[in-house]
């Protein structure tokens, strides 16, 4: 038994069909329990950072984009994150609608397991700046400007040079993450508690150039080649460029988030469901 939770933000995905429904029910369930509680959307960085200092936990409603947009506030004031799925795969919100007011009141009430989830920190530099670029939960994302052609760029882990790849973009992924972009280019899935980094070429043009698995101790640094303009994303949250003469540095935060799971939850379980594994005869 957890210590109970005395204070909730709700951060709900206003733009969901079933988001004034579900913001009505558990606010009525929350008042219901003698638990304040404070409703906002996820667009709005500062105003969740602010929500979630004064809360004991956070509830998010909505698919894992809802969720991730929380992660920052959620890890820097240290506050336990509970996901409730109302999109289409959720990996990160393992709690349906319909259980939602079953699962709240457990994590009111200390009822909940602890999982915590390793977070990458990026940083770009370049023309005699650096800019902190925020926390990934997922993964940091290196990709092209526009559709029609290739992006060349090298990559070192610590300070020995990988190789330089000529290829859509990179996927650098926590074990969280494993399941997200990482995995739809052909990633390899890794178990949350794994202390390693995944990297993941994007549709490279050497076939030969494959995922990779390094330990969660390393420094990850890309540099574009001459003459190449690359986008990098974190967690999907925001974008920024990153010219030829600028550096993307990526490596273990010293934040961790703690994700609120259902008691009974198991990791395997959740792959079986979400990716259908069944087994077949071939």
Sequence with gaps: MRQEIRSLALVVNGRHPEAGRARE???????????????????????LADVASRAEGIVVAGGDGTLLAAVPAAAIAGRPLLGINMGSLGF?????????EEAVTAFVRGDWVAAQRSLLRAESSGGGGRADLGLALNEVTVGRRGVSRLVRFRVWVDDELVTSYSADGLVIATPTGSTAYSLSSHGPVLTPDAPVIGLTPICPHTLSNRPLVVSDRSRIRLRPEPGQDLVVSVDGRR???????GELCVALAPERLTLALPRGFGFFELLRNKLNWRGSNL
């Design 92 to 100: 990160l919100t393992p709690v349906v609608l319909a259980e939602a």
């Design 25 to 47: 029910r558990l606010a009525h369930h929350v008042a219901g329990l003698g638990v304040p509680m404070e409703c906002l959307g996820p667009e709005d960085p500062e105003r």
């Design 239 to 245: 974008e920024e460029a990153l010219s030829g003469d």
